[in-house]
């Protein structure tokens, strides 16, 4: 099940008294804040769309100012909250290359097409990503997402093809 927005940033703190805040980017590409007109901020109980009106950078924060807020105590309440984008604002994804939300609940299957458990959560590192997928044992197994450990992503049937690296389930 997909939902038709991404998750670009979570507001950590305000930043001065003019209604600016601090945003903890969680998109891969911080600068593309840049190119973002609006957001939706998810307050809990509905969503706001919001026009941005500045982009500054910050050590790996960014910092946003909105046209609707112009004082620290109406964006105060909404720290720890969500901006999202619609897909259609999206980066277009390159070739073998998911949205996080779309992988997470998928059924992941081995190479020998044995049902081996669900999708829970990726992993960024440095090199490339780590999958957490849950085993039917309850267990949590964290595969490699590099292309001799993950061979198939099918949005369509829900499925992910994984191969077992050896010594990947000794833990």
Do not use: W
């Amino acid at each position: 099940m997909t939902d038709d927005t991404l998750r670009v940033g979570v507001i950590s703190s305000t930043h001065g008294i003019r209604g600016e805040v601090k945003v903890f980017p969680t998109t891969d590409d911080m600068k593309r804040f840049t190119e973002l007109k609006t957001v939706l901020l998810d307050t809990g109980r509905e969503r706001l769309e919001l026009t941005i009106e500045s982009v500054k950078f910050f050590k790996n924060m960014v910092i946003l100012k909105f046209r609707e807020f112009d004082d620290i105590n109406e964006i105060e309440k909404y720290r720890g909250r969500d901006l999202l984008i619609r897909r259609d604002q999206a980066v277009p994804l390159g070739p073998n290359e998911n949205f996080i939300t779309d992988l997470i609940g998928l059924r992941v299957v081995t190479d020998e097409g044995e049902e081996f458990g669900v999708m829970k959560d990726v992993l960024l590192t440095g090199a490339n990503d780590v999958y957490v997928i849950e085993g039917k044992n309850g267990k949590e197994y964290l595969f490699p997402a590099i292309p001799s450990c993950i061979l198939k992503v099918d949005l369509d049937t829900q499925t992910m093809t994984v191969h077992i690296l050896d010594g990947l389930l000794d833990l």
